[in-house]
């Protein structure tokens, strides 16, 4: 099983500024296959980020995803007051298909 | 615009089984690519994949919960359902439903606003 962590554990900014979130994956992900996902409190999940790097339909080019093998990394560039929320990533390449722990954004 | 919603009972009591079923609308099940999965989240903790079901039949599961998970889908009824055997408090959880649209190794791009399941006597 792949297991992901995500670090920091916390990041606390103020809208405007940058924010960047790791992934690191125990194993190499297959085929870069690596998503991330927002979740706002009493939420659902929703899709950001897939393929390590594509934005899902309606996700603001702000948001963007690099990485490759067992690094990822989310960057979220001016940050937006609906941006603060908690953000997980996962890997679909090889079964289970796992999530890290996540990383949860707050208001400095 | 697809819309996914669970629906079951919110509370289980230990060793029973846990049924829930989502709705899908807006869109039909039976597309080429799409895999159904489900997906939960303890309170207060992260994520975990439950497993999967194409709609001719074909289903994947996350093996450490094979043994007590089965998911099936009905076209008729644009539906697909998830059960899960012997449950513990440890089974208590926000179920979430969603769609994998490129095969089995797949991303979740529709989740169902979830619905909270408690395993308690």
């Known amino acids: 099983e792949i297991v992901l962590t995500q670090s920091p554990g916390t990041l606390s900014l103020s809208p405007g500024e940058r924010a960047t979130l790791s992934c690191r994956a125990t194993q190499s992900v297959s085929s870069s296959f690596l998503a991330w996902y927002q979740q706002r409190p009493g939420q659902a999940p929703r899709l950001l980020i897939y393929?390590?790097?594509s934005r899902a339909t309606g996700i603001p080019d702000r948001f963007s995803g690099s990485g490759s093998g067992t690094e990822f990394t989310l960057t979220i560039n001016r940050l937006e007051p609906e941006d603060f929320a908690v953000y997980y990533c996962q890997q679909y390449g090889s079964s289970p298909f796992t999530f890290g722990p996540g990383t949860k954004v707050d208001i400095k | 615009h697809l819309q996914m919603q669970e629906s079951g009972p919110g509370l289980v009591k230990p060793s029973e089984t846990l049924s829930l079923t989502c709705t899908v609308s807006g869109g039909s099940i039976s597309g080429s690519t799409y895999y159904w999965g489900w997906i939960r989240q303890p309170p207060g903790k992260g994520l975990e994949w439950i497993g999967n079901i194409y709609y001719g039949g074909s289903t994947f599961y996350n093996p450490s919960l094979k043994s007590r998970v089965t998911i099936s889908a009905d076209t008729s009824k644009n539906q697909f359902s998830l059960k899960f055997s012997s449950v513990t408090a440890a089974d208590t959880a926000v179920y979430y439903c969603?769609?994998?649209?490129?095969?089995?190794?797949?991303?979740?791009?529709?989740w169902g606003q979830g619905t909270l399941v408690t395993v308690s006597s």
């Open positions: 969603a769609r994998q649209p490129w095969g089995k190794f797949s991303y979740c791009d529709y």
């Open positions: 393929g390590e790097s």
